[in-house]
């Protein structure tokens, strides 16, 4: 009987572990280079800090003033041509959320499209 629970322990751990190992979403190469500290082009006492654990810090003059969960998500048109899309979600209000076009973003500049109703221009930082 033993042997048995054993070999079903076994069994079941190794499939939660191949399941696991299909659901993992790749990482985008996005993903990876927003990670860093970002100072706003128009207004340097702004600063952005997105982590690898998928927060965002939203900082001014040096007082952080709210942190967001953060995603990354690419979209492809029926042509071929990929999106990206950044949302930000309020930790402390779920409510409070933003959404944003990445339009350009490299090692050393990330340029953001608020997608609201907003009449913002386009947002440009660069990495510290």
Sequence with gaps: MRNYKKKYQAITIFTVLIFLSFSILP??????????EWISIDDSNWKLKFNNQGKCYDYYEGTLETTYYYTVTEK????????SY??????NDSSDVYNYEINALNRNNLALNYLGDLNEKLMLFEKQ
């Design 76 to 83: 492809t048109a029926s042509n071929g041509v990929v999106f």
């Design 86 to 91: 950044l949302k930000l979600v309020n930790i």
């Design 27 to 36: 990482v985008t190469q996005d993903q990876q280079l927003i990670v860093g």
